[in-house]
């Protein structure tokens, strides 16, 4: 196989890889609610989140706004509204942690991409709320001010919370299922590369403890958001 074929083949793969993620992160926000007051949020950045840090930061630019886009014309109540908000929370979480990742392709890369995803999606929403939710909501920006402490801020952070930590319990369950259907030649290199140099046993001694962690912050996150915030979870 030629150099050229062999870029052009491995271009197709991502593309359609990419593909599949997209169909993924739609099925997430149409399967899977959770909503406090008038906010929603479901799976989908975790989902975007892992393509990204697989198929870099402008592929997951890509990925938030077809799916901002699909969700608008098919399932969404809140139109041009919600498409805003959709791609402003996912591209600010997305593509801050793959970002970072692709520069820093370590267990510590992904988690400090993570974090600092976090804050920045977070950031990011509290100041598009204090800009848009007045326009659409009919309320003045000192009414939504006064929802920062008690709700906008806190609900922001769970769900920036537990989509991290699903993140790393959902990675590598995916990446692998991604190389097992025949797109090892464009996951192997993101995938792996950064404990390709460890043993087995070595790659699931750093991982366990990950996931531990991991599963622990997203029972305290949803744990908060239904005690403390008084959410609600639907299914379909």
């Known amino acids: 196989m030629s150099k050229t074929t062999y870029k052009s083949d491995s271009r197709i793969r991502t593309v359609a890889a990419v593909g599949v993620f997209c169909a993924l992160s739609y099925i997430a926000c149409v399967l899977f609610h959770f909503r406090a007051s008038f906010l929603t949020f479901d799976l989908k950045d975790a989902v975007m989140t892992i393509g990204a840090m697989l198929f870099g930061p ?3 630019l890509a990925m938030t706004l077809i799916v901002a886009l ?4 098919t399932v969404s109540t809140t ?3 919600g498409f805003i908000m959709n791609v402003l929370a996912s591209a600010a979480f997305v593509c801050v942690a793959s970002l ?3 520069h820093w392709r370590t267990m510590a890369g992904a988690l400090v991409g993570t974090v600092c995803a976090i804050f920045s999606m ?3 929403m509290l100041v598009a709320n204090l800009i848009i939710t007045p326009f659409y909501m009919g309320v003045t920006v000192d009414a939504v001010a006064g929802m920062i402490p008690t709700l906008l801020l806190p609900f922001n952070l769970t769900k920036a919370i537990f989509n991290a930590s699903l993140v790393f319990i959902l990675y590598k369950p995916i990446s692998s299922a991604l190389s097992r259907a025949g797109f090892s030649s464009v996951t192997h290199t993101a995938a792996s590369e950064e404990l390709a140099e460890h043993p087995a046993k070595e790659r699931k001694t750093v991982y366990s403890p990950v996931i531990i962690v991991a599963a622990i912050l ?5 744990a908060f958001f239904f005690v403390k915030l008084g959410g609600s979870f639907s299914f379909g």
Do not use: D, K
């Open 58 to 60: 402008l592929y997951g």
């Open 70 to 73: 699909i969700e608008m014309l």
């Open 79 to 81: 139109g041009l509204y």
């Open 100 to 102: 970072i990742y692709m």
């Open 122 to 124: 977070t950031a990011v």
């Open 218 to 222: 997203a029972v305290a996150s949803l």
